[in-house]
């Protein structure tokens, strides 16, 4: 029987099955695609990547491409049906009315009156259904549907799905199969079916492919999506369930015609009035509805389904540099005869199946035989098993199709490596999710492979699935030692990808970062940003500012310079750029490097020469930094947790972020924040251990020049970051205030250095003490010169200077300002050149050479610069106008103002008081709220201003006068100096001038000449008055209060922050200040200029600052860092396991495992009980056939008499037995040793199908009276005639005739074995264990997936095989024969081939042609004249082994040869 007959007819019964299947027979071209330009790479683009316009665009493209693309199917021709309608109505062959047909369908036509053909009366137009689907009632959740024809090429459905549905290309295709009537599923298993099944869908990034109808297991399928929806996980991404049903099968589809499309389609579920229709399943997210023109007819999906399948498996999904095929799985519930079709199909063509033991029918069936061996597996036991799961309909089952049943089921589980059942409790198994992806892990790893090639597919799934828990369990066992360098082209994947679980597992498998990162891994990293990152805008931003044309490829020092922009000036460039003669070369195209089965492997990344080393500083930061940029915030925890100098490192991130966040106006502004923060938390942790442990060496990691983060100091990062909690951390100020205090105590007081600095002689008396000891004892000028370079008394020295500068610069301006400058005057002058001198030498002080520029930048950036830049440019002026007589006055107001200035300056001086500093940043906090309301002020004032002045005089000229009206009068009416004449009550004319002519007064507002009283409205002005008042006295200037407030509150958190912070730049500019206080430090500067323009002596930064170790102080320094880190992050682990929250979490994990572990126990005693059972029924048996023998012998031996003997009940078969009970039985056993793949039911390149032969039929002695086999030759025409020759001598193969073979009979064929030892570089013989290796000489030719032996049939006449011939060259064919007939002959006889029928069989002769040695002449010359003919054949050395992918009768043959030469196999 036909499976597609089979497959409609349960189809059409009842909707007995849910349409899947993966056929075997070839595909049919698919056909180019309309419109489709865009390459398989670009379909990984996201919904939003895809749409970034509007709906109503999209909505036109669907509307205008989809009719052009996709078509439905249209009945053409009304043939009228001998059926009626189950309305009474007459329908065509088709299944619809006349109605429902097209006008020009019912026309009579040329095929009127003969048989309804479906090719010639049915026709394809555009299609009239597709859009949004939403149905009605249920939720405004909108899928998305159309309307195809059965023979639309499924190219184009994949790319109607990808592109124009948006759907991301899936990591995993899970086809869910089974009963399509509904049907009892145990709750528990209903609750993990779902569970299980909707998890691995969500985390592999799988879709789902059902049916799409509400019923049977689509409607499993549907409630799990719902159940789903509905759990707080729902928004961490759809699951994407397809059904895919039959246009003429569902009820109400009316609703969905649309030709335009439907945005969207309400579609109403109405069970009750289905009939023998269906309708759809609303969990579903997408409908493929196919249509063949026909109206009420099952399994018309069937076909179109299975293609569908097979095209998505045979994608490639690339991310991350990882390229796999899209991996396909089968899970199978309940079903009838359909759904065993689909699983045969599917494990024919290598699709894992998972079944549901449990769920019933079929899957119950196939589960309780699967583990037994196939011996067992009899057409007698399956007949039980069929009258126990099929009590319904048993009696409908014939005798051929138990024997069809028997004979699938035996294929099925022979294969059982793509066999997974999942029994509840049993096995430790309680997820299906795991159950699939350890189907997939299985089916994967039974495929044959070269070397390592089976386990870096495995490893690929699980990294593309992003289940670690299933690498953890399955791949990275004790059965693998993993190399660390096998691991870096997954480790790049896992980075890419972001999936830092994996990148956590590599490193715990041995993968060392500063081995992974080289200069190629970290160009691909940059090459493979986030097109949505903004360091890749940056990046691109700077390539394009290169000269070269087109935009050279990114470089690390494209990326260095967008770093700098990032961390800052005052660090060097991370990676410098490279000179063309020390460029390092890469060792291939980057862009093209991919993980992939097929084509460049990123392997070759990683292969290198022995003498490469990684060219950067610290390969760790750079991945950190990678990271970092990305805001990957777990990759960059896991990196940081490697790092050596990790406080720098958590500084420089959160420098990093927080400059990305200045220009961030997306959602990801506030992690990016969030992330900086913590990493500032992880510097003060670690320097916090470290500052506990030892002040001293905490402190010398402050300022420790960092070679890897650009010649900088932690200090500085710090600074930079304005990571203020870190710079008021304890240990830092301690520090600050060591270096405040230079060489004295810090315990020293303030009168004590007041005393000294007006009396020095007394520093020899012991009144200041010092750190130094040597100091401390010793006299002389160094402790002068240690007391005066103190940075306390410069500062001190600094503020009596400024306080005498200020009290002469007053002096002078209120009492002896002459015409001609005094002595005071000229002190003056003097005193502000030796300002302006220390300004230029601010300026110019460049110890790190960053340029002037830059320095010029960096000066300018403080507020008190540019105070003191602005004072001196204004006193300069002002002295150039004193210097001259005429403008004596205005210079002295200029320096009056001036005066005011320098004043200010005073604040600055005072912000290293721990009780002013506060106080004065809240002050310049609060000028910024003062601006703003000036703003809100100046509104009110100038608009009542305007309008006063207006109303009350007329036509004013005089501008001062107009200033006066309109700004100043308005201004002091809010501090209450309100107009008197405003309101008209103390008008005088006396007090203004009636025509604005007199200067001193303002000019008069409207009066009434002849009664000399205003004539304006005193009322208006009144309200306007009050208005005024009102908004600016009680509404702005309490809204100022309230901001003062506010900014005060705010600050105030802060203010010890802030004032610790800003207190480093003070302290900093004075610890590097001449000693000497103005004017006396014009010496100083004298001397500089010397020293620096005369000598060209370098500037040198005080090592206090900046300090650049020795490389052993260094190495030992951060590997104490290193420690003291380890011991943070396990005390943080701690931490967060003595939270509340997370002793919540732990204990609810350890009830629901209680809850798991009591209901397994449950079922294990369940289980105990039934295997309890069978044992003894066992032993029963056992006992009564000892007790049978016992009788036997004891009557074959005279004693007693035949009658009265007690007969034996025959033995039945316990119901429900469990098939691990028979976990000790062998599997292969003597009954699989019959031929099975010339047993197969589908013929090779031929749609002919075997009669089915279960083992036990096999042998010709066994009796089979339903053995009706058909009739099979290629290119004959004749069939009926039978040549008359011999039987198989295997036995029976369900067909008759000669195949594809070329003769009736034997076919003789011949396999030649050409083996050599596998030898190293040096030419030793390699071993494995004890035993050597082989090496084996293989063909294989592109359409096959497995390689061969280079043999095969013979031309008549001829001695070699024509395989052969192709991979040799002509002149050596005469010495090859000789070489077989030295051969040794290591198998003659049968072999198991598909192409085997009754009549016709192949039998083969394998020599072994062996070369024990390398020098040998003769392998010489086979290696030299080794060469493929056709393009399409390779030719290979292959080391032997038992996974070599070979077919399996050659395999045999190798593991003959193998133990002929004692060979490792």
């Known amino acids: 029987m036909e499976p597609a007959m089979l497959r409609c007819r349960d189809g059409a019964g009842s909707r007995q099955e849910d349409g899947f299947g993966v056929q075997p027979r070839r595909v049919a071209d698919l056909g180019m695609v309309p419109n489709l330009r865009q390459s398989n790479s670009s379909l990984c683009r996201s919904r939003r990547s895809q749409y970034p316009f509007g709906n109503c665009e999209k909505q036109g493209n669907l509307s205008s491409w989809i009719p052009e693309n996709i078509k439905k199917k249209e009945c053409m021709y009304f043939v009228e049906s001998s059926r009626l309608s189950d309305a009474g109505k007459v329908v065509c062959e088709c299944g619809y009315t006349r109605e429902q047909h097209l006008e020009e369908a019912t026309r009579p036509h040329a095929f009127q009156g003969k048989e309804w053909d479906p090719k010639k009366h049915v026709q394809e137009m555009p299609t009239d259904a597709f859009g949004d689907i939403v149905f009605t009632g249920l939720g405004q959740k909108v899928g998305k549907y159309v309307r195809l024809s059965q023979d639309t090429p499924s190219s184009l459905i994949y790319h109607l799905m990808t592109q124009h549905w948006g759907l991301d290309v899936?990591?995993?295709?899970?086809?869910?199969?089974?009963?399509?009537?509904?049907?009892?599923?145990?709750?528990?298993?209903?609750?993990?079916?779902?569970?299980?099944?909707?998890?691995?869908?969500?985390?592999?990034?799988?879709?789902?492919?059902?049916?799409?109808?509400?019923?049977?297991?689509?409607?499993?399928?549907?409630?799990?999506?719902?159940?789903?929806?509905?759990?707080?996980?729902?928004?961490?991404?759809e699951v994407v369930t397809i059904g895919i049903a039959t246009w003429g099968t569902l009820h109400k589809r009316e609703s969905l015609i649309h030709p335009a499309g439907g945005f969207p389609a309400e579609y109403i579920m109405d069970e009750d009035g289905q009939g023998h229709l269906t309708c759809l399943d609303s969990n579903h997210s997408h409908f493929i509805l196919v249509d063949d023109g026909t109206h009420g007819r099952y399994g018309v999906e069937i076909p179109l389904r299975t293609k569908l399948e097979k095209f998505i498996s045979e994608q490639t999904k690339e991310r991350g540099g990882v390229a796999i095929k899209i991996p396909i799985v089968c899970v199978v519930l309940e079903g009838g005869p359909g759904t065993l079709h689909t699983i045969y199909n599917a494990i024919t063509n290598g699709t894992p199946c998972v079944i549901v033991e449990g769920s019933g029918r079929v899957a119950d069936v196939i589960a309780q035989v699967a583990s037994l061996p196939i011996s067992e597996i009899t057409i007698s036991l399956i007949q039980q098993k069929l009258g126990l799961f099929f009590q319904e309909m048993f009696e409908t089952?014939?005798?051929?199709?138990?024997?069809?049943?028997?004979?699938?089921?035996?294929?099925?589980?022979?294969?059982?490596?793509?066999?997974t059942v999942f029994r509840e409790g049993k096995d430790g198994q309680q997820d299906v999710d795991v159950a699939i992806l350890q189907a997939l892990l299985k089916a994967s790893r039974s495929h044959d492979h070269f070397g390592h090639e089976n386990w870096d597919h495995q490893l690929k799934l699980a990294v593309a699935w992003n289940r670690v828990d299933i690498a953890r369990s399955e791949i990275f066992t004790d059965e693998r030692q993993w190399k660390p360098s096998e691991l870096y082209p997954m480790m790049t994947a896992a980075l890419i990808a972001n999936k830092p679980e994996f990148v956590k597992l590599f490193l715990e498998n041995g993968v060392r970062l500063k081995e992974f990162v080289t200069w190629d891994t970290l160009l691909y990293l940059y090459e493979n940003l986030e097109p949505t990152c903004l360091f890749h805008y940056k990046l691109q931003k700077v390539l394009a500012e290169e000269p070269e044309r087109p935009a050279p490829r990114v470089q690390l020092h494209h990326v260095a310079q967008v770093l700098r922009e990032l961390l800052g000036d005052s660090t060097q460039p991370l990676y410098p750029r490279p000179r063309s003669s020390d460029r390092p070369r890469l060792l291939l195209a980057v862009p093209n490097i991919k993980v992939s089965v097929q084509g460049v492997s990123l392997r070759s990344l990683y292969k290198r020469s022995s003498g490469h080393v990684a060219f950067t500083v610290d390969p760790v930061r750079d991945l950190l930094i990678w990271a970092i940029i990305q805001n990957r915030r777990e990759l960059a925890e896991i990196i940081w947790a490697q790092s050596q100098d990790c406080i720098a490192a958590a500084l420089a991130c959160s420098k990093i972020l927080k400059e990305l966040s200045k220009e961030e106006d997306t959602d990801s502004l506030e992690e990016m924040l969030l992330l900086a923060d913590e990493f500032e938390q992880r510097a003060i942790g670690v320097f916090?251990?470290?500052?506990?442990?030892?002040?001293?060496?905490?402190?010398?990691?402050?300022?420790?020049?960092?070679?890897?983060?650009?010649?900088?100091?932690c200090l500085q990062l710090a600074l930079e970051a304005k990571d203020m909690k870190f710079v008021s951390h304890g240990g830092i100020q301690a520090f600050l205030t060591k270096v405040w205090w230079g060489q004295l105590c810090v315990d020293n007081g303030l009168w004590q250095l007041a005393l000294c600095m007006l009396a020095f002689p007394l520093l020899y008396t012991g009144l200041i003490s010092f750190r130094d000891r040597r100091l401390q004892a010793e006299g002389g000028l160094a402790r002068i010169r240690a007391f005066f370079s103190a940075p306390v008394v410069v500062f001190h020295l600094n503020i009596l200077s400024y306080f005498a500068f200020l009290c002469l610069f007053a002096y002078v301006l209120m009492v002896d300002f002459q015409p001609r400058p005094s002595g005071c005057e000229c002190l003056i002058y003097l005193w502000l050149c030796s300002l302006v001198c220390e300004?230029?030498?601010?300026?110019?002080?460049?110890?790190?050479?960053?340029?002037?520029?830059?320095?010029?930048?960096?000066?300018?950036?403080?507020?008190?610069?540019?105070?003191?830049?602005?004072a001196i440019l204004l006193f300069m002026a002002g002295l150039t106008c004193r210097l001259i007589p005429s403008l004596l006055y205005p210079g002295r107001i200029v320096l009056s103002l001036d005066f005011i200035m320098f004043c200010l300056r005073l604040m600055h001086i005072f912000t290293i008081s721990k009780t002013l500093g506060p106080k004065i940043i809240i002050v310049k906090r609060m000028m910024k709220d003062v601006f703003f309301f000036l703003f809100l002020l100046a509104v009110w004032v100038v608009s009542f201003g305007v309008a006063k002045q207006a109303i009350l005089i007329h036509n004013e000229r005089r501008v001062e006068w107009i200033f006066r009206g309109v700004v100043y009068h308005s201004y002091l009416t809010i501090f209450g100096q309100i107009p008197a004449y405003i309101d008209g009550v103390n008008f005088n004319l006396d007090q203004c001038s009636p025509n604005g002519t007199d200067p001193y007064k303002p000019k008069c507002p409207e009066i009434d000449a002849t009664q000399r009283e205003p004539a304006f409205p005193e009322w208006l002005t009144v309200t306007l008055l009050c208005l005024y008042l009102l908004f600016t006295n009680i509404l702005l200037l309490n809204l100022l209060i309230a901001m003062f407030n506010y900014t005060f509150q705010q600050v105030q958190e802060r203010t010890d922050q802030i004032w610790k912070f800003q207190r480093h730049d003070l302290i900093e500019e004075y610890q590097g200040r001449p000693p000497?206080?103005?004017?006396?430090?014009?010496?100083?500067?004298?001397?500089?200029?010397?020293?620096?323009?005369?000598?060209?002596?370098?500037?040198?930064?005080?090592?206090?600052l900046k300090n650049k170790l020795e490389k052993n102080e260094e190495a030992a320094l951060l590997s104490w860092e290193i420690y003291l880190k380890e011991n943070y992050l396990q005390d943080q682990q701690i931490q967060q396991k003595q939270r509340p929250e997370q002793k919540i979490q732990d204990i609810s994990d350890k009830v629901d495992t209680m809850v798991d572990l009591l209901e397994m126990a449950h079922l294990k005693q369940s289980s105990s009980m039934e295997q309890r059972l069978a044992s003894l029924e066992e032993q029963v048996a056992q006992t009564a056939r000892a007790l049978h023998w016992i009788m036997k012998a004891l009557r074959d031996s005279g004693f007693g008499s035949e009658e009265g003997v007690p007969t034996l009940a025959p033995q039945k078969a316990s119901v429900g037995r469990d098939p691990e009970l028979d976990g000790g039985l062998k599997v292969e056993d003597p009954g699989d040793a019959y031929h099975v793949d010339a047993r197969h039911l589908l013929y090779p390149n031929c749609p002919v199908q075997r009669f089915p032969v279960p083992n036990e039929k096999v042998p010709w002695e066994t009796e089979f009276l339903i053995y009706s086999p058909p009739f099979y030759t290629a290119d004959r025409k004749n069939k009926d005639l039978v040549d008359p020759v011999g039987e198989n001598p295997m036995g029976r193969t369900g067909l008759r005739g000669r195949g594809d073979l070329s003769c009736f009979g034997p076919n003789h064929t011949l396999q030649p074995v050409v083996t050599r030892w596998r030898r190293s570089q040096d030419g030793a013989i390699c071993r494995k264990g004890i035993k050597k290796v082989l090496e084996v000489l293989v063909v294989k030719r592109s359409v096959s997936e497995h390689w061969v032996l280079p043999g095969g049939s013979r031309e008549p006449g001829e001695t070699l095989p024509r395989k052969l011939k192709q991979v040799l060259r002509r002149e050596f064919w005469p010495s090859f024969e000789s070489l077989l007939t030295q051969g040794m002959e290591v198998y003659k006889g049968y072999v198991d081939d598909p192409r085997n029928t009754d009549n016709a069989w192949i039998e083969t002769v394998a020599v072994s042609v062996h070369f024990p040695d390398q020098s040998d002449v003769e392998l010489k010359r086979l290696n030299s004249h080794l060469y493929s003919c056709d393009a399409g054949v390779s030719i290979r050395w292959q080391v032997v082994d038992e996974r070599i992918p070979l077919y399996a009768n050659h395999k045999a043959i190798l593991q003959k040869v193998a133990a002929l030469f004692g060979a490792y196999y």
Request: hydrophobic share 40%; with cysteine; charged share 25%.
């Open 397 to 419: 089952f014939t005798e051929s199709r138990i024997v069809e049943w028997t004979k699938k089921i035996q294929d099925i589980v022979r294969r059982r490596q793509l066999l």
């Open 170 to 237: 899936p990591n995993l295709l899970i086809s869910v199969t089974g009963g399509a009537k509904d049907f009892n599923m145990k709750p528990r298993l209903k609750s993990v079916f779902r569970r299980g099944l909707v998890k691995v869908a969500q985390t592999t990034g799988a879709w789902i492919i059902t049916g799409g109808s509400h019923t049977g297991v689509m409607k499993q399928v549907g409630e799990a999506v719902r159940v789903f929806s509905l759990s707080s996980s729902y928004n961490e991404g």
């Open 839 to 870: 300004e230029l030498r601010q300026l110019f002080y460049d110890p790190d050479e960053c340029g002037l520029m830059k320095m010029a930048l960096l000066y300018f950036s403080d507020f008190w610069n540019k105070l003191d830049i602005c």
């Open 688 to 713: 916090t251990e470290c500052y506990r442990k030892d002040e001293e060496r905490a402190q010398k990691l402050l300022v420790r020049v960092s070679e890897a983060w650009g010649k900088t100091t």
């Open 1076 to 1104: 000497a206080p103005p004017p006396f430090i014009l010496l100083n500067h004298l001397h500089l200029f010397i020293k620096r323009v005369i000598l060209k002596i370098p500037t040198k930064r005080h090592k206090q």
